[in-house]
């Protein structure tokens, strides 16, 4: 059974760091794609970045890019996230998720089926 669990969030003033963990379990997690997902209250879910598992090459949002790094841990089956200079609009719940069809990384929600419960993320002074 693939199941995902992240771990990590919290409350954090801006400026800050925060890593992120997503621990996955029923599968190698270096067999598929890895994606990190954010909700704001009353917005979309969208992409934050992402790793592929065809040659663990990255993709990063266009606010991120810069400030958050995605890893990926295979001993320990784990995906993170750094997330550095964090800023209040970064405020969200973060999801990790991944999909057995994918090799290489897609920021379309629609393309992910298992999902992890999400994180909270507050950046606040």
């Known amino acids: 059974q693939v199941q995902l669990v992240e771990s990590g969030g919290g409350l954090v003033q801006p400026g800050g760091s925060l890593r992120l963990s997503c621990a996955a379990s029923g599968f190698t997690l270096d067999y598929y794609a890895i994606g990190w997902f954010r909700q704001a209250p009353g917005k979309e879910r969208e992409g934050v970045s992402c790793?592929?598992?065809?040659?663990?090459?990255?993709y990063y949002a266009d606010s991120m890019k810069g400030r958050f790094t995605i890893s990926r841990d295979n001993a320990k089956n784990t995906v993170y996230l750094q997330m550095n200079s964090l800023k209040p609009e970064d405020t969200a719940v973060y999801y990790c998720?991944?999909?057995?069809?994918?090799?290489?990384?897609?920021?379309?929600?629609?393309?992910?089926?298992?999902w992890g419960q999400g994180t909270q993320v507050t950046v606040s002074s």
């Open positions: 998720a991944t999909d057995p069809r994918l090799r290489v990384c897609t920021e379309d929600v629609v393309d992910y089926d298992y």
């Open positions: 790793i592929s598992s065809s040659d663990g090459s990255t």
